[in-house]
Nanobody
C-alpha cells in the first residue's frame, strides 16, 4: 500500500557530506512523522533524526550540529543532509514514515529498504 524508496548513500571520506532521500508512494492520505534510523554491524538499529508533520525535529546526540532532517510534504519525501561525516557514521540508513492509507483510519509505520553509508579514507 505504501512503498518507500531511498537514495543517496555511498562511500565518502571523513569530513565529507551526503544527502539521503526517501520518497513514499501509494494510496497515501497523510504522513505524520518521518525519520531516519541506522544500524551498524553488530549493533541495534538506532534513531538518527525525526521530524513531525508540524516540522518539529529531534536528533541523536551523536549527530547534532552535523545532520539536518527536512521534509517535502508535497512530494511525501524526507531528506537527511549529513555533513562532517565520521567513520562511526558508517551504517545502513533506513527511513521510516508513519502513514495513513486513504480509506483507512489507522496509521502504520513503513520502512525503506536501507541504503549503505560508508565513511572511510
Amino acid at each position: 500500500q505504501v512503498q518507500l524508496v531511498e537514495s543517496g548513500g555511498g562511500l565518502v571520506q571523513p569530513g565529507g557530506s551526503l544527502r539521503l532521500s526517501c520518497a513514499a508512494s501509494g494510496s497515501i492520505f497523510s504522513i505524520y512523522s518521518m525519520g531516519w534510523y541506522r544500524q551498524a554491524p553488530g549493533r541495534q538499529r538506532e534513531l538518527v533524526a525525526r521530524i513531525t508533520s508540524g516540522g518539529s525535529t529531534n536528533y541523536a546526540d551523536s549527530v547534532k550540529g552535523r545532520f539536518t532532517i527536512s521534509r517535502d510534504n508535497a512530494k511525501n519525501t524526507v531528506y537527511l543532509q549529513m555533513n562532517s561525516l565520521k567513520p562511526e557514521d558508517t551504517a545502513v540508513y533506513y527511513c521510516k514514515q508513519d502513514a495513513l492509507v486513504a480509506g483507512t483510519t489507522t496509521s502504520y509505520a513503513y520502512w525503506g529498504q536501507g541504503t549503505q553509508v560508508t565513511v572511510s579514507s
